[in-house]
C-alpha cells in the first residue's frame, strides 16, 4: 500500500549513542517531516524538508540533524541521545503545490525511542 | 504563531450519542485545515481534509465544518460507537508564507471513549 514507511518502530538507546530514524514515502510528495509527540506537549515540528535538496529546523531542532536523500527519504539523525529525546517520532509528507487534489498530510507509524 | 486548541480535552459517551469535538485557531490565514485520528500506540489517520474556500466535508458518520473567519472548526460524529474510541487532532495548514512553508499546526487532541 502507498504511504509513508518508518523504520524502526522501537529503539532503546543508552544516552550518547547515534541512531537515524529512517523514513520513506512512495506517493511522489515533494514535502517530508518530522515530528516528535510527547504527553501533554502534542506534536512539535523537528525539521523539514520542503522540497528535495533542502531541509530547515523546524520548533525543536536541537540534538537532531536531517538528511533528505532523495525525493522519497528522510531521515532523521540523533548525534549523541539524550534521556530528553525519549518520544515518539513521526515522520510525514505531503504535496506541496496548491493546485494538488490532496494538499494533506500521511503520516507514518511511528517510531517509539527510549534513552536510558 | 499559530495557536489551535481543541475543546473538550476528554470526552466520553456511552454508545448512540451524537458528538461534537470542537478546534480553534488564532490566525486565520490557514489554507487548509486536517482532522487526524490516533489510535493509543498508534500513527496518526487522516480523516477529513477541509480547504479553506470549502465550508465543510463529509465521510460516512464523520462531518467537519470550518468557518475560518472566526478560526473555528467542528467534528461531527453521527451514532458513535466503540470503535470510534481514539484520540482526535486537529491541524492547521498556514498559506505558504517562505519560512513556515505550509507547516501543520497541531491542537493537543481531544481523547474520546465510546462505551458499550
Known amino acids: 500500500n502507498a504511504g509513508v514507511t518508518q523504520t524502526p518502530k522501537f529503539q532503546v538507546l543508552k544516552t550518547g549513542q547515534s541512531m537515524t530514524l529512517q523514513c520513506a514515502q512512495d506517493m511522489n510528495h515533494n514535502s517530508m517531516y518530522w515530528y516528535r509527540q510527547d504527553p501533554g506537549m502534542g506534536l512539535r515540528l523537528i525539521y523539514y524538508?520542503?522540497?528535495?535538496?533542502?531541509?530547515d529546523k523546524g520548533e525543536v531542532p536541537n540534538g537532531y540533524n536531517v538528511s533528505r536523500l532523495n525525493k522519497r527519504e528522510f531521515s532523521l539523525r540523533l548525534e549523541s541521545a539524550a534521556p530528553s529525546q525519549t518520544s515518539v517520532y513521526f515522520c510525514a509528507s505531503s504535496r506541496r503545490r496548491r493546485g494538488s487534489p490532496n494538499y494533506g498530510y500521511t503520516f507514518g507509524s511511528g517510531t517509539r525511542l527510549t534513552v536510558v | 504563531k499559530q495557536e489551535v486548541t481543541q475543546i473538550p480535552a476528554a470526552l466520553s459517551v456511552p454508545e448512540g450519542e451524537n458528538l461534537v469535538l470542537n478546534c480553534s485557531f488564532t490566525?486565520?490565514?490557514?489554507?487548509?485545515l486536517q482532522w487526524f485520528r490516533q489510535d493509543p500506540g498508534k500513527g496518526l489517520t487522516s480523516l477529513l481534509l477541509i480547504q479553506s474556500s470549502q465550508r465543510e466535508q463529509t465521510s460516512g458518520r464523520l462531518n467537519a465544518s470550518l468557518d475560518k473567519s472566526s478560526g473555528r472548526s467542528t467534528l461531527y460524529i453521527a451514532a458513535s460507537q466503540p470503535g470510534d474510541s481514539a484520540t482526535y487532532l486537529c491541524a492547521v495548514r498556514l498559506a505558504d508564507r517562505g519560512s513556515t512553508l505550509g507547516r501543520l499546526y497541531f491542537g493537543r487532541g481531544t481523547q474520546l471513549t465510546v462505551w458499550p
Open positions: 524538508s520542503a522540497s528535495e535538496g533542502t531541509t
Open positions: 490566525d486565520s490565514a490557514i489554507y487548509n
